[in-house]
């Protein structure tokens, strides 16, 4: 087994750093944040991710898993096997991908001993060609033959299970011996099978191309549901069955208003930017995604605007995944910013860091429970399928609040059976009675 030192533990860097310990390797997790370190030191985890903090304390309990704040803190005389990168490569306004972050840590491991002879694996994402640009600002005429780019096909809310039970391993690097190297030593002998070599541009572009299109996928997905709809047909019926076809595929069944992940905005955004003219269908789906985030935007505007002065809005799950707390670029930061000054508005997201979303949004209040944030409200929006929503007493919770209420489920997260045909896609009302509690609720 192998030392590896793992730089950054976010949402890809810590659940691969206790993946790979559970392997039997002896991983050390290098990250610049004083305050997760020291709760990961504490077998703590720093955000909410399904079953992170069981593994966590798992690992830490082996001592094979470690956390340090800097390269200097690591033990100097102990060689390293793999350092891998997994810190942040974010999008620009452009499309384009910045490579600060990604390029400033290359060149300290150039100059760190213990890493001389190291494998050098990147996760982070990187656009085309970026990998060759990387070795090209770095002096060392050996990293290239030591490199190998490994992106993450990760869904946050299963990282675990992609992790240990992977579709495919793509592997990008100079030559195919480097890459069985990495195969080799770091991965288990059953995934073997499962890893595709090729070049770093090809790498590159089967990650960001991959989440092009599920983000087109999603996209398309909204807008049967908008046709499916406007006819008063049920579009979870309708969608449940065309994603029944193999040839298409069950992610049709995920689809969120406005592309809600991340992920898929960004790659989907790079990749507009270097396809040019060969990327109608590209552009489009991202002009659409914006499009229908500014409609979700004004349904449920215009929707608290005819209820009369200062509504309740219960917003329930800030982000886009089930028991996940990231919420970077989720929808909810725009309804948020709509509703302020339209409506008294609580919050509750029992994974998400809810006080920084709303610090800079007065009059928005976060409440600690799910039942105590839904009681009372004119409007409650649910954004997120977290798994408290799946328990709720849709009967009790219902007649809790007001009596003529309305519910937006963007989550999905309603029983099926209970759901009635929507004027928007994504959002559920019924005239007359509720079929979740006794009372009525609005026809929008």
């Known amino acids: 087994m192998s030392r590896v030192v793992v730089i950054g533990a976010g949402y890809v860097g810590l659940p691969s750093a206790i993946w790979l310990t559970d392997l039997g390797h002896e991983v050390t997790v290098i990250d610049c944040a004083p305050e997760r370190v020291a709760l990961l030191r504490r077998l703590q985890p720093p955000f909410s991710c399904p079953e ?42 452009d ?67 992609d992790l240990a ?20 030593r770091i991965l288990p002998t059953d995934l073997h099978n499962r890893v595709l070599t090729m070049s770093f541009e090809e790498a590159e572009a089967t990650k960001q191309m991959s989440n092009s299109v599920l983000a087109v996928n999603q996209v398309l997905t909204a807008e049967l549901a908008s046709i499916c709809e406007k006819y008063a047909i049920k579009s979870e019926v309708v969608i449940r069955g065309i994603a029944g076809d193999y040839r298409i595929g069950q992610e049709l069944l995920e689809h969120r208003p406005g592309l809600g992940d991340l992920c898929l905005r960004k790659d989907l955004s790079a990749m507009c930017k270097i396809a040019g003219d060969n990327g109608v269908l590209l552009q489009s789906a991202a002009r659409r995604s914006d499009e229908l985030r ?39 930061h725009q309804l948020l910013a709509a509703l302020q000054g339209r409506a008294k508005v609580r919050v509750w997201d029992g994974y998400a860091d809810v006080s920084s979303v709303i610090a800079a949004m007065p009059g928005i209040e976060a409440f600690p429970s799910l039942e105590v944030c839904l009681r009372g409200a004119d409007v409650a929006v649910l954004l997120v399928d977290h798994p408290e929503l799946r328990q709720v007493d849709w009967q009790t919770q219902g007649e809790s609040m007001r009596e003529v209420h309305s519910i937006f489920d963007f989550a999905h997260a309603l029983p099926a059976s209970q759901r009635g045909a929507s004027e928007f896609s994504h959002a559920w009302y019924t005239a007359g009675s509720c079929p979740l509690c006794s009372r009525s609720a609005d026809v929008v």
């Open 52 to 93: 992170l903090s069981l593994r966590l304390q798992a690992a830490g309990s082996t001592e094979r898993l470690t956390f340090e704040l800097s390269f200097e803190d690591y033990q100097p005389n102990v060689d390293v096997g793999m350092v891998m990168l997994a810190v942040p490569a974010d999008t620009r306004p």
């Open 95 to 161: 499309g384009s991908v910045d490579l600060s972050i990604v390029a400033t840590v290359i060149k300290t491991l150039v100059a760190w001993q213990p890493a001389r002879n190291a494998l050098v694996c990147v996760r982070s994402t990187l656009s085309v060609g970026d990998s060759v640009r990387i070795l090209a600002a770095v002096e060392d005429s050996d990293l290239p033959n030591r490199y190998v780019y490994w992106p993450a096909f990760l869904g946050q809310h299963r990282a675990f299970v």
């Open 165 to 184: 039970q992977p579709d495919r391993i793509v592997l990008g690097s100079r030559r195919a011996q480097i890459a069985k190297s990495f195969v080799d």
């Open 294 to 332: 500014r409609l979700a935007v004004g349904n449920l505007i215009g929707h608290v605007c005819r209820i009369g002065p200062q509504p309740n809005v219960a917003m329930v799950g800030l982000g886009y995944a089930s028991g996940v707390g990231d919420t970077r670029g989720a929808l909810s």
